[in-house]
């Protein structure tokens, strides 16, 4: 039984610690939208989402302040376009005017963003999700909070070498499209393998086919938190650290629990599940790097650095699967890099680089996230950044993603601005040498022995 007290402990969590409920998502499914009419699927999703969706947002801030827990974020996902439009789209142009009824339900029922422009084609592209794949420049160009994904490959199918190609040049031309604004259009796409159905973060966020009709999903946070008390281990064994990581992860979650448990009850719809992901954000404190550099690093990047974001990621999931039952979505440490000033700082000083960012992948929640390259980057070098990141993903059985922003214009070491929860980040530099003709080669990567488990 969930009760005030424990949220009264967290009181100095949530005022001198950055704590926070990072978003309530609900999550709709559309497959009921479905026409092979192109207006009346959009009218249908218009109604289906203001409905369902009218009071979430009021609901998120009722909650805040019953319990006095910052929610930063309310979100949609829905069921992936790529399905929804399938009957109806014939062309870029059709799948662009479903995202623009998106970004129009987003704005009137008032959340931040909403999930769901996605295909899923870690096997192989239908002619409808090619389609909205070649749509999302244009869809990111001229939408506002409509955040796009695509799943590429999984442990069970391999990796859909055709659709990596393909998003090196997707992400380029969006990159392009949005350049007015710093490219900002990249910041709103995502490239993943092994996808999950009940992921409440964006911009990979989408609602799964095997969920129900309608669904809430709760992300917290809490980099913060976990950085005082880590500070507090200092001279301690590992045994210890980790015990205080996981005591600390369990509170964090608890609160994440009251708070879906309370959404669930007001709005009527079902309660899915708490994703524990520690979530930076650009203000100071709340830092995921801070965390690390508490154990004992110099800086993040210096070695150590992935056995300690594995100590984090671990015990995190572990305090926080005895504070829920129903525990989804990513669940770790995110390491974005321009979401985190403690990133950014070990970035500006030489300390963290494209290549360790990528062997950190291997052990925490998702993968290579709001990285800035320079806009003359290749088409073929951003596929082979994505097609790395997708077999780490693969071979161990986990779900990673690129979110990489080519900023054209920008070369190495100038700064590039998102604002808010996106922050800012140095151009990095990337190696230059080509990939070209193992890119080119096209057709899918087989999946690994291991998948053979039935």
């Known amino acids: 039984m969930i009760n005030l007290f424990e949220v009264a402990e967290t009181n100095k969590m949530i005022e001198q610690e950055n704590l926070d409920v990072r978003t309530i998502t609900m999550g709709i499914s559309l497959l009921d939208c479905m026409d092979h009419n192109l207006e009346i699927i959009c009218q249908n999703i218009y109604k289906k989402i203001t409905t369902l969706a009218n009071d979430l947002v009021k609901t998120g801030n009722d909650i805040e302040k019953k319990y006095g827990v910052p929610i930063v974020n309310k979100r949609i996902s829905v069921t992936p376009i790529g399905f929804v439009g399938a009957s109806a789209c014939k062309s870029i142009e059709d799948f662009v005017l479903i995202a623009k009824t998106l970004d129009r339900c987003a704005k009137e029922t008032g959340v931040n963003f909403i999930g769901g422009y996605s295909a899923i084609v870690s096997k192989g592209m239908t002619t409808a999700e090619e389609l909205l794949i070649r749509s999302i420049p244009k869809a990111m160009k ?23 190609k393909l998003m090196g040049e997707i992400i380029k031309e969006t990159a392009y499209l949005t350049k007015d604004k710093d490219s900002i259009g990249c910041a709103k ?32 946070s809490g980099p913060g938190v976990v950085k005082n008390a880590i500070a507090k281990a200092k001279g301690k064994d590992f045994g210890e650290l980790c015990e205080i990581i996981k005591k600390t992860a369990f509170k964090i979650t608890r609160v994440g629990q009251l708070v879906a448990m309370e959404a669930s009850k007001q709005l009527n719809v079902p309660f899915g599940i708490i994703d524990l ?4 954000t650009p203000a100071v404190g709340d830092s995921i790097a801070d965390c690390l550099e508490n154990m004992g690093l110099e800086s993040v990047g210096a070695p150590g650095t992935t056995a300690a974001l594995a100590i984090l990621n671990d015990h995190v999931k572990k305090g ?93 070491g100038e700064m590039v601005e998102f604002g808010g929860l996106l922050g800012h980040a140095p151009i990095m530099p990337v ?24």
Do not use: W
Not at 200 to 220: C, K, L, Q
Not at 277 to 280: E, I, K, R, V
Not at 431 to 454: D, L, M, Q, T, V
């Open 189 to 220: 796409l995502v490239v993943l393998c092994n996808a999950p159905d009940d992921n409440p973060f964006m911009a990979g966020a989408y609602h799964g086919v095997s969920e129900a009709d309608s669904i809430i999903n709760v992300g917290v």
């Open 320 to 412: 926080g699967v005895m504070a829920s039952s129903y525990v989804g979505g990513l669940s770790g440490a995110f390491i974005p890099v321009s979401e985190d000033q403690g990133m950014i700082n070990a970035v500006e000083r030489g300390a963290l680089t494209l290549e360790k960012l990528e062997a950190m992948t291997c052990v925490c929640s998702v993968g290579l996230d709001m990285i800035a390259i320079p806009g003359n980057t290749s088409n073929t070098i951003i596929s082979g950044i994505i097609a790395d990141e997708m077999a780490i993903g693969m071979i161990n059985q986990k779900t990673t993603a690129v979110r990489i922003i080519p900023v054209i214009g920008k070369d190495i």
């Open 431 to 454: 190696s230059k040498f080509e990939c070209k003709e193992f890119i080119n080669r096209g057709g899918r990567i087989p999946a690994p022995i291991h998948s053979f488990k039935n």
């Open 277 to 280: 992901s520690l979530a930076p």
């Open 142 to 164: 001229e939408t506002e909070l409509v955040c796009s994904s695509v799943n590429v490959g999984s442990t069970k199918t391999g990796i859909n070498m055709d659709a990596v």
